[in-house]
């Protein structure tokens, strides 16, 4: 429920109680009586009895008061009251009571300090809080030399309580605070001069402000007054504290809020406008030379429910928020109280300016702070309309509202009607309530002296032009409590994948055995050992035996050396011995592999378990047996002929040549050597990207995640594939998990803002892409240009560098859905991110994040997407395409088929850098899949003889060998095979090579290169067919009848190398075994 619209809630009494005073003095420092005053919301909340300090002989240090005052104030839980609790804090002034003198009728009394209390933490849900805060001097006052630090510095105990908490744990979880801390505006018009005595000019007062929403209905003024002209000389103090935006206290160091300092970011990370490497010495000189306006002052705004909703849906729509910034020169009347504003025939508005802040970021996910240095504009209702659709100036109509205030009779005790500049930015205002009225002459003669007003709008503000002279700006600080846009945790997002796929449990050791195998293995073992003392026992009758190089033995003396061995065993009892080491792991066997423990009365069961179990026992006597005795007993593990990196070199040859099946078989074997590689499951899901299969790839993808969790690739596709079939909440989680995993993953957090771009979120997409940027320069070197252009002293140079600076980096464009009227402050505000290094010229990057994500999206035949990011690429293209934007382009089309748009694509390349390797490589591969291969082969030419070499070698030399074959030119088709050959060889290399060479009657050369062909692959068929040939020609019957039944049996479709063999069998009168 909304607090502001709930009337029958009842007022809280909120307790002040103020213990005691340490460490006070009166001007009498051994006797003094005091007392204390308390105040909040320009209210006297009561004054406390007179009190008599310790009694002498106690030193200072020691000296207390208790006072042990207590007063109150209903606080009635409205957005008003609590946004008063948020910036206002409760004043208690300690005053002495002087003795009376002779002939005076009252008692005088003296201020010795001012103590201010913040009562924020009532509104962070805590019912009672005890503070000692400091007491600080008056002018002239006793405590001024008493030290305001340690132990012994004055101060006061004050404790606050309420009945029960102010706020709900829902409101509290639904409200937010929001803090504007508006610094310094630098290089402020030089006509402006501080005051200089009582010759020198009017006083001056500079004030801002700006308007922000606390409810759904109603919307605030944050005013800053009392800004301090100074002048340049040296830098405002790091560390300096923030103020309270309040009117003159007695104690000037009571402004500052207690514990709250200014601590400035470094420029390249601030939100402003003035960030990048031109910017940054006008802004040292202006911090250190010109003159400035100080504020310092933070304001803090209380936010319900409604208003945070109402600030994000405010942001949403018109991201800039004007800051309104005058100097007022007022003729202060006899009698006027310091801090009051005059009325408006008192006050004349000059220099009237607005900063218009870009509060988009403030909607990132997790974002909850801004601070920048933001440009001052003349203040002009057209500009402020058209960036900002609004129509009221908030200055403007303050200055007015009060000057109404003014000539209204007030029944306050001054009698004065006037009002503080701190009670008018406590000011709510309504939605819509405020009518604009600039600049306007009233006429008499209406109804009921009425007045007419007549629009007298000056199209140029004078004064305000100096601001744009004198390059203003200001800069300031805006912060939340908590984000708008909750960022959800890498926890749960991995929490979420983990539910969408599930991971699958590791396999299960393969190197524990079962009972049954351990059995099998002891009596392996047994055998072993048994056989190893036969051999002994043999030796020792016979000599050595298994000789190498000697004559077998007959079988008469094997007979007489095997009934000699068994009679020496019977003798010796080691026969018998035999049997009774076998005979448990026997038994064991008998249990674990026949499945029999009982004993066996049926005569023809035993004799059949007994006969099983003898066969089973001769059969692992065999395999012992072979084991030990075979000359290559010792098992080598077979290594695999092709290891991983030739299986996926020789897969994307395949899809090059439009075999799938092929590449398909060769994912396979990568899978099934090793399923538990997510790498391995990615590249068999490319592979059915490639061929329009989604459904097949997504099964992939989620079997490498369920692998591998944490996979970055198969997160970043799923994603993709997840919005291609409309399921955006999933497909949201997967990408944003992907930037979880690796934040310097420059292609996940682009996917997300194109993903955001898709679903017209201009300002996440910008968040996403400002990432993106951030990551690309910290992962680039520069390249040489710029490194020139950064020891070069000539300032034409560094523009020129600058400037492509511009042409090649990131981000600075809008996303494709954004609302025109944030078109025009997102350019700028996106502009601002080629600030890529700390000090000289900004370093050349030769690629962007869109370049970047377009590789790997075309890489895995993700269209949809890479489109999107070539569009992005596009618009943020100041001095037009790239190379590589073309080049990625033409990529798009050929997957598409489009060979025409393609060969038109590199042709605008070419018409302008006709020596870029890559680019005719690609225009060889158009004219190529369009079958105009004389143009193909003139175009993979030119790219080989290019000082670059191309990117990517393997597919021009297999397509221009292949173009040679047909020309018949063998002897360059060999040349260009040999090189492939040597480079990146694989079966269709060394085919081509021994093609050439059997075409140029080089049988051996052929030979060779077709047994290495095999080699790599024994099912291709046209490597047997030319095999065959090979053979044929030399003669050699066997192997060419060996080559054609592999030619039969893989079923060759080449019919003009079958009608070759067969001519030539007929010819020579063999090689078909069928004859």
């Not at 002939?103 to 005890?130: H, I, M, N, W």
Request: proline content about 7%.
């Amino acid at each position: 429920m909304n607090p502001e619209t709930n009337t029958e809630d009842k007022p809280v009494p909120v307790k002040i109680t103020v213990v005691r005073g340490k460490n006070l003095r009166g001007s009498k420092s051994d006797n003094f009586q005091s007392s204390v005053r308390v105040e909040f919301n320009e209210a006297v909340l009561g004054n406390s009895p007179r009190k008599q300090a310790a009694s002498a002989g106690k030193s200072v240090a020691q000296r207390s008061v208790d006072y042990d005052f207590t007063c109150s104030f209903d606080c009635l839980c409205t957005a008003v009251s609590l946004d008063h609790m948020a910036h206002k804090p409760v004043i208690v002034t300690v005053m002495e009571i002087l003795s009376r003198e002779k002939k005076q009728a009252e008692e005088r009394t003296a201020v010795l300090g001012q103590a201010v209390l913040d009562l924020l933490p009532l509104l962070q849900g805590q019912c009672s809080f005890s503070s000692t805060v400091p007491l600080y001097p008056t002018p002239g006052s006793p405590i001024e030399a008493a030290p305001l630090e340690g132990e012994n510095k004055p101060s006061l105990d004050v404790s606050v309580s309420v009945p029960d908490s102010l706020l709900s744990d829902a409101q509290l979880s639904a409200s937010n605070l929001l803090r504007v801390t508006v610094e310094t505006a630098y290089s402020v018009p030089e006509v402006w001069n501080p005051v200089a005595g009582p010759a020198g000019p009017p006083p001056s007062s500079y004030i801002a402000a700006l308007q922000i929403p606390v409810t759904a209905e109603r919307e605030q003024v944050l005013l800053f007054p009392n800004g301090f002209l100074k002048s340049g000389g040296k830098r405002e103090a790091v560390g300096r504290p923030k103020r309270w935006p309040l009117a003159a206290l007695l104690a000037q160091r009571a402004h500052f809020l207690p514990g709250v300092s200014i601590q400035p970011d470094p420029v390249e990370k601030e939100d402003g406008e003035l960030t990048r490497i031109e910017h940054r010495m006008f802004r040292n000189e202006a911090e250190m030379m010109r003159k400035r306006v100080s504020w310092d002052a933070e304001r803090r705004c209380f936010l319900d429910a409604g208003g945070v909703a109402r600030l994000s849906q405010r942001i949403g729509e018109h991201r800039l928020w004007p800051v309104e910034m005058m100097m007022s020169l007022a003729q202060e009347p006899k009698g006027r109280k310091a801090g009051r504003l005059p009325a408006e025939d008192e006050l004349q508005i000059s220099f009237h300016g607005v900063a218009y802040v870009d509060m988009g970021p403030l909607l990132y996910p997790g974002a909850s702070r801004i601070r920048g240095a933001y440009r001052v504009f003349p203040f002009t209702d057209a500009d402020l309309r058209a960036k900002t659709k609004r129509t009221v100036s908030v200055l403007r109509d303050l200055v007015r509202t009060l000057a109404t205030q003014d000539k209204q009779p007030t029944n306050s005790p001054g009698g004065s009607g006037s009002r503080t500049f701190d009670s008018v930015g406590g000011d709510h205002l309504p939605k819509g309530s405020i009518k604009e009225s600039p600049r306007k002459s009233s006429v008499q003669g209406g109804p009921g002296g009425a007045d007419i007003e007549m629009d007298m709008e000056p199209q140029v503000n004078a004064e305000g032009q100096m601001y744009i002279e004198s390059q203003t700006y200001i800069i300031i600080e805006v912060s939340l409590e908590k984000p708008l846009v909750a960022k959800r945790s890498p926890e749960e997002l991995a929490k979420r994948v983990k539910e969408l796929i599930p991971p699958r449990p590791p396999p299960s050791p393969s190197d524990c055995p079962t009972r049954a195998e351990r059995a099998v293995q002891e009596y392996h073992s047994q055998v072993n050992n048994v056989i190893a003392q036969l051999l002994d026992k043999y030796q020792e009758l016979f000599g050595p035996a298994f000789l190498p190089g000697a004559e077998p033995l007959d079988p008469s003396t094997q007979e007489q050396r095997k009934i000699q061995l068994l009679g020496e065993l019977n003798y010796t009892g080691k026969y018998f011995a035999f049997k009774e080491q076998l005979k448990s792991s026997v038994l064991r066997l008998a249990r674990e592999k026949m499945l029999r423990t009982e004993d066996l009365s049926d005569p023809e069961k035993l004799r059949a378990l007994i006969s099983q179990l003898y066969v089973y026992l001769v059969d692992q006597m065999h395999v012992a047996l072979n084991k030990s005795l075979s000359a290559d007993s010792l098992e080598v593990p077979v290594q695999p002929q092709l290891d991983f990196a030739q299986l996926r070199h020789f897969a994307k040859e395949a899809e090059l040549i439009g075999d799938y099946q092929l590449a398909a078989r060769y994912y396979q074997e990568q899978v099934v050597r090793e399923p538990t590689e997510p790498s391995h499951w990615f590249d068999y899901g490319a592979l059915y990207m490639l061929t329009g299969e989604h459904l097949k790839a997504e099964a992939c993808f989620h079997r490498a995640l369920s692998v591998q969790q944490t996979h970055l690739p198969s997160l970043m596709i799923c994603g993709i594939l997840e919005e291609m079939s409309g399921h955006f909440t999933e497909a949201q989680t997967y990408l944003e998990r992907a930037t979880c995993i690796d934040p310097s993953a420059v292609v996940a957090c682009t996917l997300l803002g194109l993903f955001h771009v898709g679903q017209n979120n201009s300002i996440q997409a910008e968040r996403c892409f400002l990432e993106a940027g951030k990551q690309l320069r910290a992962t680039l070197v520069p390249s040489p240009t710029c490194l020139e252009a950064e020891h070069s002293a000539d300032k034409p140079q560094l523009e020129e560098a600058q400037q492509r600076e511009e042409e090649v980096s990131m981000p600075g464009c809008k996303p494709l859905s954004v609302k025109p009227e944030c078109a025009e402050q997102e350019a700028k505000g996106k502009r601002r991110l080629s600030n890529w290094c700390q000090e000289g010229a900004p370093p050349r990057l030769n690629t962007t994040i869109y370049m970047e994500t377009a590789q790997f999206l075309l890489r895995n035949t993700a269209l949809q997407v890479a489109e999107r990011a070539l569009s992005q690429e596009l618009l943020c293209s100041d001095g037009g395409p790239s190379i590589s934007y073309h080049l990625a382009l033409a990529r798009l089309q050929l997957l598409r088929k489009d060979y025409r748009s393609a060969a038109t694509s590199l042709e605008e390349v070419l018409h302008h850098n006709s020596q870029e390797a890559d680019v005719w490589a690609l225009y060889g591969h158009c004219h190529y899949l369009a079958e105009e291969f004389r143009e193909a082969q003139m175009c993979y030419e030119r790219a080989l003889v290019q000082q670059q070499e191309p990117s990517e070698t393997h597919s021009i030399y297999l397509r221009l060998g292949s173009i040679y074959l047909q020309e018949r030119e063998f002897e360059s088709a060999r040349v260009i095979y040999l090189r492939a050959c040597g480079s990146s060889p694989s079966c269709l290399t060394w085919l081509g090579l021994g093609i050439a060479c059997y075409q140029l009657e080089r049988l051996g050369d052929a030979e060779e290169a077709l047994v290495e062909a095999s080699s790599l692959n024994n099912m291709n068929p046209e490597v047997w067919g030319y095999l065959a040939l090979v053979y044929l020609k030399s003669g050699r019957k066997a192997e060419a009848e060996q080559s054609y039944k592999y030619v039969v049996k893989l079923n060759l479709q080449k019919e003009p190398l079958l009608r070759e063999i067969r001519e030539l069998q007929d010819r020579l009168g063999f090689g078909d075994p069928s004859f």
